[in-house]
């Protein structure tokens, strides 16, 4: 059986991944800090991302039964903050478990990949990333996301392998609802312009990790796909 990694894998979004991958017929293994509950069908290992030296040896041990050719980067965190409120700290911590994790697995998982001559890299961004208000750290941090997949989808294309994100927009989630706030004025007008008039679900962005992750997606690279619901055709300041 194929195996996939995923980051953060345990709750809202990355279970969703996580179900539709394990569905897709996918041996699947989580990164993070938190046990599924209630259980998956997965392997689970307690890390914390945001330590070099525990991803490392967490992948020591799940890489001896073989490499692992597929990847989803869905750990994150938001720190909500205005310009001036954005503190050095925050944003160290922001970028430390939203975009450093990513290369830090990808660069162990990649050589057993060019071995293969296979490989599939999805990164959970934002739709964030085209700008949004009290999101200086967290934007930047999904900006950061399309550099590198775009940097990557050159440097790995000749080897077969692929590198996506996905920028979700207001999914509905315990993480989305404690940064939006139902008394913000704000979060109301986010949800009344999402063009197909409802919040989105984990399942709308697990289906678009799997696209990605399919053999048959290998044309597919260096692309950003928006799950927004229509919001990033022309509004500014939604997403997550």
Sequence with gaps: MERALVTGGS???GRGIVQRLVEDGYEVVILDRVEPDPPLQTRWINVDLMNADAIHAALDYVLKDGPITRVCHNVGHVKPADLDGTTLEDFDAVMGLNVKPILTITQRLVEGMRAE??????????????????????SASKAAIHGMTR?????L???????NAIGPGAIQTPLWAAANPD???RTQRIIDGIPVGRLGTPEDIANGVSFFMDKRSGFVTGQVMYICGGYSIGAVGAGS
């Design 11 to 13: 709750r809202s979004i």
């Design 151 to 155: 940097t990557w989808a050159l440097e």
């Design 117 to 138: 001559g296979f490989g599939r890299i999805v990164s959970i961004s934002s739709r964030a990333a085209m700008g949004k208000q009290l999101r200086t750290a967290y």
């Design 183 to 185: 008394d913000d004025p």
């Design 157 to 163: 294309a000749r080897s077969g392998i692929t590198v």
